[in-house]
């Protein structure tokens, strides 16, 4: 059995992650770690765990790191740069996955400019894999530390990737994409709150979005991007615009997805020409790419759609973990989609 230990096991991702790893065939959860709710026990507060995660929650300490073979880090922006260089000098070999933002961006200046503070961890930017599996299996085999991808980033990237590289996209990129609520987090916010959500939607950080520099930076393209919020529990439907180069056919597009994504478990590539819907990948690993053509104005709409929870956080970082470990990548992440 491998052992991990969660840090922040008490937010959506790390409880996403508790859930997802509970049924891992080859996953022993020893740690959880949550600083608001040390000494008490995973199942007092969410009693849907019972006795299958009974453990108590400690205070994180990165200068006592526990001795897991992969730790989770499910911790919010802005905070694992501060302990990573202690961290990794402190935990032998110990795999690390921040599912933070702390890492995703290998410029430091680039970080600063999007997170308004200082890399307290510079040395280690370049030691880290960005976390998306499908496009770079290969380095997180040997690698100890890795960056999970953002949510809206991961639905952008998988859908845009293989088009820009082949020149298909010509120009600059709009993509609109809408997220559940859960990708705010759990702490309190007054724009998360019931009544400010329910009955609302509305655009937010529009061509000023962090996960801009992580769409960017992986797809070498131009793109204005607008997130949304919708009153939803968990999704993304992220719909990128864009004009592409020459002739060329829905079908090349689909075979073009096909040649990238060839053997990967939670690629989902639509044949139809047609949107998807969150609720055809809610509580899974899938990522659900379609495209319409427009010919007779030169423009392609690429379609993405995942769980924010799930593909775009804890689902992938499992997915990211069992290729370091020497696993399948589908290893405890099959599972139908949660359609109510």
Not at 104 to 113: C, G, P, S, T, V
Request: proline share 4%; net charge negative; hydrophobic share 40%.
């Amino acid at each position: 059995m491998i052992s991990v230990g969660i840090v922040g096991a008490s937010g959506y991702t790390g409880l996403e992650l508790c859930r997802l790893l509970l049924n891992h065939s080859q996953v022993n959860i020893t740690h959880v770690f949550a600083h608001s709710h040390v000494g008490k026990t995973v199942s007092d507060l969410f009693p849907q765990f019972g006795s299958l995660l009974d453990l108590e929650y400690l205070s994180f300490n990165p200068e006592q790191p526990p001795a897991v073979d992969v730790l989770f880090l499910a911790v919010p922006h802005t905070q694992s740069h501060s302990y990573m260089s202690t961290l990794v000098a402190n935990s032998g070999q110990t795999k690390i996955i921040d599912l933070s933002a702390d890492f995703r961006l290998f410029d430091a200046e680039l970080y600063q400019h999007y997170y308004n503070t200082s890399h307290r961890s510079e040395s280690l930017l370049s030691d880290f894999v960005y976390g998306i599996p499908e496009l770079f299996g290969e380095q997180l085999e040997t690698t100890r530390l890795c960056a999970n991808p953002g949510c809206y980033a991961t639905a952008a990237i998988l859908s845009l990737y293989p088009l820009v590289k082949e020149g298909i996209i010509s120009g600059s990129i709009i993509c609109d994409a809408k997220s559940g609520v859960s990708g705010a987090g759990r702490g309190a916010k007054l724009s998360s709150l019931y009544c400010e959500v329910n009955n609302n939607f509305g655009a937010y950080g529009t061509a000023t979005h962090r996960h801009t520099a992580e769409i960017e930076s992986v797809t070498g393209a131009s793109v204005l991007f607008s997130p949304h919020l919708v009153p939803m529990n968990r999704g993304i439907l992220a719909t990128s615009y864009a004009s592409y180069n020459g002739d060329i056919s829905h079908g090349q597009i689909i075979d073009i997805y096909r040649s990238y994504y060839k053997g990967q478990p939670f690629m989902v590539i639509d044949e139809k020409d047609r949107s998807p819907q969150t609720k055809w990948v809610a509580g899974t690993n899938n990522c659900w790419l379609s495209v319409i053509l427009v010919p007779e104005k030169q423009q392609l709409v690429l379609f993405s759609a995942i769980d924010n929870v799930v593909k775009g956080a804890a689902g992938q970082a499992i997915q990211n973990f069992n290729i370091m470990v020497g696993l399948d990548s589908d290893s405890g992440l099959q599972a139908l989609p949660l359609y109510l």
